[in-house]
């Protein structure tokens, strides 16, 4: 096993495009988070997902975001209309099973929007 | 809400020396866990240590060991030793027992190794 990965690791963006990333956890993680790191920053919580259940999301996560596991096992998280604000680090993080208390976390994406 | 603050946006240490990374947090909750981690230049983040709250036994891993305090809600960390490898962003983070493990981090130290 590999670890977490995500795709892609940049994305350079103009002001109003839609971006998608994907996160593939650990397998047989069933529980997976994201996390938005600004520069200088620690990472904030976004959201997160047991198994295909998106059973939290922070309040910094607006209608233009959206996030979706939907087998389970990777996960996508879309921004639309994309603004200089969403410039950050995207990082995902999973856990394994019930019991487990590690998040490992993937590289992140870093997102620029022009 | 829980919050974590950092207050040493830079620390710096030689070579074979001690360094020590200070943390602290709000919360009124009783069970919870506390972490750092480490996240190296353009790389990855990793766990470096962690705690449970109702333990009383500060955790060790090698080189690195915690002062945790728990009633003036304090966590520092301290790295032995110092290697090069070491230089890196460290994160405190918490982890309430009823948030779903999410992690609240704090705003960091950039740690320098001086050879």
């Known amino acids: 096993d590999t670890g977490v990965s995500q795709n892609p690791r940049h994305k350079i963006t103009k002001r109003g495009q839609n971006v998608t990333f994907r996160c593939d956890p650990i397998?047989?993680?069933?529980?997976l988070y994201w996390y938005r790191q600004t520069l200088g920053q620690g990472p904030e919580f976004l959201t997160y997902f047991q198994n295909e259940a998106q059973l939290e999301k922070s309040r910094l996560l607006s209608d233009r975001f959206s996030a979706e596991r939907p087998k389970g096992s990777f996960s996508t998280l879309e921004i639309q209309r994309t603004e200089q604000g969403d410039s950050a680090m995207y990082l995902c993080?999973?856990?394994?099973?019930?019991?487990?208390?590690?998040?490992?976390f993937g590289p992140g994406t870093r997102l620029t929007v022009l | 809400a829980q919050t974590v603050t950092q207050s040493q946006p830079e620390m710096s240490v030689q070579e074979a020396e001690t360094v020590t990374l200070s943390c602290t947090y709000d919360?009124?909750?009783?069970?919870?866990?506390l972490f750092w981690y480490k996240q190296p230049p353009s790389r990855q983040m990793i766990l470096v240590i962690r705690?449970?709250?109702?333990?009383?036994q500060n955790a060790t891993e090698n080189r690195f060991s915690v002062n945790f305090q728990k009633a003036a809600k304090s966590f520092s960390l301290k790295i032995s030793d110092s290697q090069l490898g070491d230089a890196a962003m460290y994160f405190c983070a918490y982890r309430s027992q009823t948030s779903g493990s999410r992690l609240t981090f704090g705003e960091g130290t950039q740690l320098t190794v001086n050879p």
């Open positions: 919360t009124s909750e009783s069970d919870y866990y």
């Open positions: 993080a999973s856990i394994e099973g019930l019991g487990g208390w590690e998040q490992f």
């Open positions: 705690q449970e709250a109702y333990k009383q």
């Open positions: 397998s047989e993680h069933n529980r």
